[in-house]
Structure formats: C-alpha cells, structure tokens
C-alpha cells in the first residue's frame, strides 16, 4: 500500500519494484496506490504500472494510508512511500516476522542506514530522536524509529488498532496504538534514501503534530510535573519571605516576590488539576496508556476527602486573616503591616477553594465509569 501525491517522477518506478519483489519472493498480492489528491500525472504512471489507484479527498498522509488500508484485502499489509526513498529489496524482511507470529514489523533508518542527503539535519539530530525518546514512554517494546514510512501489519493485528490520525502523526500512531494493543512488534533496517529530484519533504510544522499527539497522550508530562514544579515553587518562595526580606548578594528579595510567588502556587496547581481530570479521562474512557498512580489515587479519593483536604487549607487561610484582623482591632484599626501573612492566606484560600471544586468535578467526571476504575 503505496500513499502518494504528487509522485510522478518516483511512482511507476515504486509499483513496478513492488510487483518485482513480490513475484521474487513468491508472494501473492496487489500493489495499491492510495491518491491524496495528485495533479502531476501520478494516478495515470500509478495504473500504467498495474497498481490498484484508490482516491483520498480527505488532505493527509495518515488520511492517505487509512483509504489504502480500507482497500488492501490481503491477510498481511505493507506501508512504503512512494517517493522512492526505501528499497523494496527488503520486502521479505516485512513479510516473514508476520508469517513467523509477529503482528508488526517496523522499519529502522537508525539501525539501518541515512544516506546523505536524505534526511534534514535537523529532523535527523534534533526533532525525530526527540519523537521516538517520547514515544518510548509509552511502549512495551524497544522501538528505535518510530516514523519510518516502510512498515506492515497482519489483517488481525490492524483490527486491534484504533486509528485516526489524518496527517504525519499517523506513524507515530500507529506505533502507539500496537503498544496499547500488546501487539507483537520487531524491528527490521532499512536504507533511507534522498529523494530523487527534490529535497526531503517533511517540515518543523509535522514534526510538531507528531510531539503534539505524544504529549497529549501523556498528561503527565504535558500537565502534572511542570504544574508541580510551578506550585511547589510558588509555596516555598512563599514561605521562604513570610518572617522577612532575603539578601542575596546585592540582590533582595522582599514581600513583593510573595505576589510571585503566590501566582506560580494558583497557577501551577491548576495545571496539575488539568492533569489529573486529563489522566482520569483517559482511565475511564481508555483513550490509551494510564499510570499505575492514577489507579491507585482512585483506589484512595473519596468526595469527602477531597472536600475535606480543601476546607482544611481554606480554614487555615481564614485563620490567619481573622488573626490579623484581631491585630488590626487590637492596635485600634490603625495601619499594620501584614502582607507577608495575608499573601500567605490568600494562597491557602484559594488552593482550597480549588480542591473542593475539583473534588465535585472529579466525582462528576468518574461517576458513569467509576465501575471500570
């Protein structure tokens, strides 16, 4: 299954390679050329060469493979670029770790080889390892490429994939998914040539959407850690200035970083809010891969813990206003100076103000799936 636009220079020469190796290799199959929108006269080079030209409206490499997959029928499928830069040379090696009981085979340029000019220095250095270090946090197989565009799959392993992904990230999604799936998975080399007559296509923008997917699918890294960072942060700033002014060096930090401190606290753990409604999401409706800790927090909330870790800050916060509103009447209303301890309540107020809200809202959110927790 061949995705393609605009490849008139490179398709006919990819169908006819595949054909070759299938007959080479004895393979029974079909070649199927799924057309993104082509107007250089690839569909017609494509049907020249004997391929099966299937039509995709919708814009998309992801959206390209999902019309292919569609209309493969056979019992083992594989994914290759058609713009000539992998050799169909290797096709047995995707082929017979299917017939062998593996349900996937992934291509590897990392472990195979990067001839020069084939890949941006950039995405070779840079953004492509930083995909794959992401995406290794959620597999349960060693994975060392995770966007190669030669791969396949057994007909029954894809029934257990749930894509969707309609550009670039359909790679990395198909990855993941086999790892949420538990299937089989083996790695194979592969060459990794330059484009003929033109530089590679792949730009900072899809390498975004690749990272983007990864992080949304972890919201422990998108949302909890630098949301903990941030309110632990916040706090201790807080209570480092709370019985006076730090000099470091010529630099003195006095109450006004309280402020400071104070915003990163409230900031910081609304970020972590986000992330456990996100990771609680994701375990009831199994949007994909969950953390250990987030089952166990489950095990442990109740609505009325929450609500009462919440009112406990809430009321220290107004215990200490009340405190310096004795102060004030005490000294005969007249000016005192409180704003370390006040900004220090408004903190603890507002912290759990938030845990009680959120404390509903989690019970909300878990209450029709609470069962498959």
Known sequence: MIPCLNEAATIATCVTAAFQHLERCGYRGEVIVADNGSTDGSIEAARAAGAVVVHQPIQGYGAACLRGIEQASGEYIVLVDGDGTYDLSTLHRFVEPLRAGYDMVLGTRRNGEILPGAMRRRHRHLLEPIQTWLSKRFLNFSVSDVRCGMRSVTRSGLARLRLGATGMEFASEMVLEAARAGLEVVEVPVRFHPRPGGEPRRSVGEGWRVARQLLLLSPSRLFIFPGLVLTLFGLALELLLLPGPIRLGSFNLDYHFMFVGGALAILGFQVVLLGVYAKTYGLIHETGVTDLWIRR?????????????????????????????????????????????????????????????????????????????
């Open 297 to 373: 927090f489950h095990l442990h909330y109740t609505l009325e813990r929450g609500v009462a870790l919440g009112a406990l800050l809430f009321v220290i916060g107004l215990v200490i206003n009340l405190w310096i509103l004795g102060s004030w009447l005490a000294a005969g209303r007249g000016i005192i100076f409180a704003v370390r301890p006040a900004m220090l309540a408004l903190t603890l107020m507002i912290l759990g103000a938030e845990i009680v809200f959120a404390s509903f809202f989690l019970s909300l959110l878990r209450s029709s799936g609470f069962g498959r927790i």
